[in-house]
C-alpha cells in the first residue's frame, strides 16, 4: 500500500517543536524539488508552522 508523501512529511514535521519546524520544512521542500518533484515541494512548502497551543494539543493527542 502506497503512503502519501505529503502526509509522511506532514507527520514528522507536526512532531517537532515549531521553533525546528520551518527550517525542517524547507529542508524536506527542497529535498523533494532536488528529486524532480516540484508539485511535491510545492505542497510541502505550504505547510504552516502550527502555533504553541496547536503544537501542545498535538503532542497530547
Known sequence: MA???????ADA???LVPEEF????NARAADARSAS?????KEIG?????SPSAWIVNRLA
Not at 503512503?3 to 509522511?8: M, N
Not at 520551518?22 to 520544512?25: D, S
Not at 505550504?46 to 502550527?50: C, N, T
Open 37 to 41: 518533484e516540484p508539485a511535491l515541494a
Open 13 to 15: 514535521l507536526y512532531a
Open 22 to 25: 520551518t527550517a525542517a520544512r
Open 46 to 50: 505550504a505547510l504552516r508552522r502550527p
Open 3 to 9: 503512503t502519501d508523501p505529503v502526509a509522511e512529511a
